[in-house]
């Protein structure tokens, strides 16, 4: 009688080199580079199309926000007609600069201490308290306003937020959300408007000749930088590469280069924006973004 034995069985048999866990990480990592890509994709294409969105779409969007720029308080005196002088002042410029007829301005005060102004959608423009407290001239005020102005002119609002709006809807279609709007009005919100160096610069130059255009010279227009720079002297040192704005030294080269050799007169703040410098009001609601 023959001895029966178990063969012995090859250990490869039956036995991937590649586990269930191995692929199906190396799955979701492609899946995850491919949605990026998409992503990526409709975020700048967004922002390349975005100046061709006509701009009463621009401004009815803007329409839609719950922020928004109606006043929660009733407004004093000394406000309304301080913004009618911005308002002014602002359309002024808006014909030297030869700005289209469909970008209609809308200049807004804001109580808040911090020396900014900032363009969002739909021609809106909000001057804060802060900067006009200073500034000593309405030259100053202007290349400031007209700086502002000419992001609306070059579209520079609704490129910077054309790509998170785009996001947003995508993101809106995948997930089977009926009410995109929720998530367009969360990415209007809480994307930034920040422009490029080149958006920058390029508003600087703008305004520098609107201001050639209306006071027959551009002294004064280094005012309120020159303020930014003495009081933030550790803003210089920021490279130029890692800030969207061009250095302040840089800045103030470039706008004194265009004055003439002889000094010229600056034309003082027009007496309604002197007292809305002081213009006591709550501050208003939080308003959108900005640069």
């Not at 199906?24 to 967004?46: D, E, K, N, T």
């Not at 301080?82 to 030869?98: I, K, N, T």
């Amino acid at each position: 009688m023959s001895h029966y034995s178990n063969p012995e069985v090859p250990h490869e048999v039956n036995v991937s080199e590649k586990t269930p866990l191995r692929d199906f990480a190396r799955l979701s990592l492609g899946l995850c580079l491919l949605a990026a890509v998409v992503v990526a994709a409709v975020f700048f294409m967004a922002r390349l199309f975005a100046p061709k969105i006509p701009f009463r779409y621009e401004a009815a969007l803007n329409d839609t926000l719950p922020q928004g720029f109606a006043h929660r308080v009733a407004a004093p005196a000394c406000r309304i007609a301080g913004e009618a002088a911005l308002q002014h002042l602002a359309e002024e410029l808006a014909l030297a600069m030869a700005l289209s007829e469909e970008m209609r301005l809308h200049v807004h005060f804001n109580d808040s201490a911090d020396p900014n102004a900032f363009a969002t959608l739909g021609g809106n423009i909000v001057v804060q308290r802060g900067l006009l407290q200073h500034v000593a001239s309405e030259n100053a005020l202007a290349m400031v306003l007209a700086h502002e102005i000419a992001h609306i002119q070059h579209r520079d609002p609704i490129v910077s937020i054309g790509g998170g709006v785009a996001v947003a809807v995508l993101f809106s279609a995948l997930i089977g959300n009926s009410d995109g709007g929720v998530l367009v009005g969360w990415a209007i919100g809480f994307t930034q408007m920040r422009f490029s160096r080149d958006q920058e610069s390029a508003a600087d130059d703008a305004a520098l000749k609107a201001l050639q255009a209306r006071y027959g010279h551009t002294h004064g227009a280094d005012e309120f930088f020159a303020y930014i720079l003495a009081s933030h002297p550790n803003i210089s040192r920021i490279p130029t590469f890692l800030s969207t704005h061009p250095t302040p030294p840089a800045r103030l080269e470039t706008i004194r280069k265009s004055f003439s050799p002889t000094p010229q007169k600056l034309t003082p703040l027009p007496e309604a924006l002197r007292q809305l410098q002081e213009c006591g009001i709550k501050p208003d609601a939080s308003l959108i973004g900005a640069s």
